[in-house]
């Protein structure tokens, strides 16, 4: 009895500690992976608590249960819209990009170290996948927003390149495990085979559990539970079945999370908790597994790999990726700097010492120093790196409190949005009556000194009000627009950011030109419109806050169709010139 | 730019009826035609009209600055109104506008100007200064009020 309760207290008391943690690393601006990872090796064996722990297999059965459900959560948080412009860039940079990530490593270290093929390219698909969560994590943390088309790719390729990392390693220790001679052929099949069952399965296993979702009546609770309980039989029967359960279960994720089911918001937030649990969990047992005084063994090997895969692999290997989408120079910079290493390649390097292959300490050591490096050097600049490329847009404007009203049934979610009022919000110094919506709202009072006025219409807001109001939850841009407040704390404003004025996508140059000194059109530019130039200098990948200057003005885009992708708004500002 | 040699008491109405933006419009060109050389009423209608067709110059917080050029001749002019009734202006932020600040700038001073509509921006985002201007009891009022703002 007493035995179980000092196992209770030890792992209460660690995940205490690191969601502990969490709050100071949150404020140093580092990675909270790192966190967790420095606690679980402070705990273990060579640490301050001196905890024997050396069983990989239960270290990779809870990892990969933790994938699944990050993974899981990934992909229901991945919106349909993102698609439009990431969604081939990020496929590429998860098949092309991944292999020859993991190819120009295992070459390097095979002239370098002089080790045979199958242990190098065994080397390079251990870490060939990328964590975004992490880097999320850290924009999160700092109130930052980046170009969408950056953040996009980089969230739908760590989404599904975890797969494709999962699956190379799986095939080359099977291969090495079985001494079977080495072909591309297999490899070429087998990954094949996995993706497409990974996709089929998890695909229906979406589209079944909406069904289900929709037709079952059980306590409200059980959704976030039977959500996370499908998940998990989805990749056990994809993966028994031979194909790649990751894929299955981030493919489900994303049906589920685009379906519009009154349930979403309720199983978002329980599955935010889990996938942090999960996250928690991983990285501390990753870090009571390994033996710190071991990583210095292999430490020229570790280092020269983390090296060459940061500065050589991951450029060559995105610049490749990304040749057919001609994205601009400081995206790719961007997105090459930001492969950011996570739990990923350390469970994966469990994979060959559960498979007693020869070395298997090695893989372990290489993968955890390599994470170890890429979230210190790569997690710690990121936020600078985006600042200074100029990837940085303003906050979009949201509710301060958002909650979703999904026990009433109705055929669109409803939510309740709270906003604080502000002097900079365009409703202060308004009542209710005074103000026009272009989508219906409804307000359901204001709180001024903690009271609750119900009985509002004739109200004026005022700085330090707090507004209530329903309306639908996808209309919650066209309700912030009114009532939140335009950043004034936020390091970037809106106004001077975009500029003052704005002009309609659908105008042609020459006609900006009879109003704003946009200098010397060419004559075929003159033509364009707003949308078809910009359009033509991003290769149709426009994102809100691309800029393009003309003359002694910058135009940015401001605002996009959601559906057609063509551009709404442009914000124009007048640079600074010399006769003024 | 000093915007108080921009701006003429003349030009300073509070409290107008109007119903409509293209009213306002028409209400902005009768204002300042005056005090242009080589322009009618209307030329500055259809100018700041075709400026309103790219896209509206409603900045949002009910704050409106239309802008357009004029024949050479004369000197920039402005143009402030306050509205008894704010009305639809199609703005950014989607709410109707009350405070019109116009400008008119002749075409060969024209990028000069332009500075100008952002230091004008600038000021009236200045709550205090809006309040100001709205809370003004007559014409002199509201030019005073908006004089004195301080960006």
């Known amino acids: 009895m007493t035995e179980i309760n000092g196992i209770m207290l030890l792992m209460g008391a660690l995940l205490l500690i690191s969601i502990l943690a969490a709050a100071v690393s949150n404020r140093l601006g580092a990675p909270l992976l790192l966190s967790f990872l420095i606690i679980g090796m402070l705990a273990g064996e060579e640490g301050v608590l001196r905890i024997q722990f050396n069983n990989p297999t239960v270290a990779f059965f809870i990892g990969s249960l933790a994938l699944v459900i990050i993974l899981f959560d990934g992909g229901m948080r991945t919106h349909k819209e993102r698609f439009r412009v990431a969604l081939w860039p990020a496929i590429s940079l998860a098949t092309v990009g991944v292999a020859l990530t993991c190819a120009i490593t295992a070459a390097a270290v095979v002239w370098l170290f002089d080790l045979p093929w199958p242990i190098a390219l065994l080397i390079g698909a251990i870490l060939s996948s990328t964590d975004a969560a992490a880097v999320f994590g850290i924009f999160q943390s700092q109130n930052m927003r980046i170009k969408q088309r950056v953040a996009a790719t980089l969230e739908i390729e760590s989404g599904t390149n975890d797969p494709m990392a999962i699956i190379l390693t799986m095939t080359v220790t099977a291969m090495i495990a079985t001494a079977q001679e080495f072909s591309w052929w297999v490899i070429t099949v087998d990954v094949l085979q996995q993706l497409l069952l990974g996709l089929v399965v998890g695909w229906f296993g979406g589209r079944t559990f909406v069904y289900m979702a929709r037709k079952l009546t059980v306590q409200f609770s059980f959704f976030p539970l039977l959500a996370a309980a499908s998940a998990v039989v989805v990749f056990a029967l994809t993966s028994g079945a031979g194909g790649s359960g990751y894929l299955a279960v981030y493919l489900m994720g994303f049906v589920i999370g685009n379906s519009r089911l009154p349930q979403l918001m309720h199983i978002l937030q329980v599955q935010d908790g889990l996938a942090w649990l999960s996250q928690i969990m991983m990285f501390l047992i990753l870090g009571l597994l390994v033996t710190p005084s071991h990583l210095m063994e292999h430490w020229q090997l570790s280092l020269t790999v983390a090296l060459l895969m940061i500065f050589i692999a991951r450029p060559i290997a995105v610049w490749v990726s990304l040749l057919p989408f001609t994205f601009p120079w400081r995206d790719q910079v961007f997105i090459s700097w930001v492969g950011l290493r996570g739990a990923v390649p350390i469970i994966l390097a469990l994979y060959p010492w559960l498979m007693n292959i020869e070395n298997q300490q090695l893989f372990f050591d290489i993968a955890f120093v390599v994470v170890l490096i890429s979230l210190i050097l790569q997690g710690w600049t990121l936020a600078g790196l985006a600042r200074w490329l100029g990837l940085e847009v303003p906050p979009s404007a949201e509710p301060d409190g958002r909650m979703p009203l999904d026990r009433v049934s109705s055929k669109d979610p409803l939510e309740l949005f709270a906003f604080n009022m502000t002097e900079r919000s365009p409703a202060c110094d308004h009542s209710w009556n005074e103000l026009r919506w272009s989508v219906p709202v409804e307000c359901v009072g204001v709180l001024r000194a903690g009271e609750w006025y119900p009985n509002h219409s004739s109200l004026r807001f005022s700085d330090g009000d707090t507004l209530m109001v329903v309306a639908k939850a996808q209309h919650v841009d066209d309700v912030s627009r009114v009532l939140a407040a335009g950043g004034q704390r936020q390091t970037l404003n809106s106004t001077s950011f975009f500029g003052d004025f704005s002009l309609r996508g659908d105008v042609t140059l020459e006609a900006v030109a009879a109003f704003y000194p946009v200098g010397q059109l060419p004559a075929e530019s003159a033509h364009h419109t707003i949308t078809s130039y910009f359009d033509q200098k991003f290769y149709r990948r426009v994102v809100v806050g691309d800029q393009l200057k003309l003359g002694g003005v910058q135009l940015t885009v401001r605002e996009l169709d959601e559906q057609s992708g063509a551009i709404a708004t442009v914000g124009v500002k007048l640079l600074s010139t010399s006769n003024n | ?151």
């Open chain 2, 1 to 151: 730019m000093d915007l108080s040699t921009l701006l003429h008491p003349d030009c300073t109405r509070r409290a107008v009826e109007v119903t409509s933006k293209k009213k306002a419009l028409e209400l902005l060109g009768q204002l300042a035609a005056p005090r242009l050389a080589n322009a009618s009423a209307f030329d500055v209608f259809e100018s700041l009209l075709s400026r309103e067709r790219l896209g509206s110059t409603g900045i949002g917080f009910g704050i409106a600055i239309p802008h357009g050029r004029v024949a050479d001749g004369s000197k920039p002019v402005a143009i402030l109104i306050t509205l008894a009734d704010a009305i639809d202006f199609d703005s950014i932020d989607n709410q109707p506008v009350d405070i019109i600040f116009a400008l008119l700038v002749p075409e060969s001073h024209h990028e000069q100007h332009l500075h100008t509509l952002q230091a004008v921006a600038q000021r009236l985002n200045d709550k205090q200064c809006t309040r100001a201007m709205r809370d003004a009891h007559d014409d002199m009022a509201l030019y005073q009020a908006f004089i004195r703002c301080n960006s």
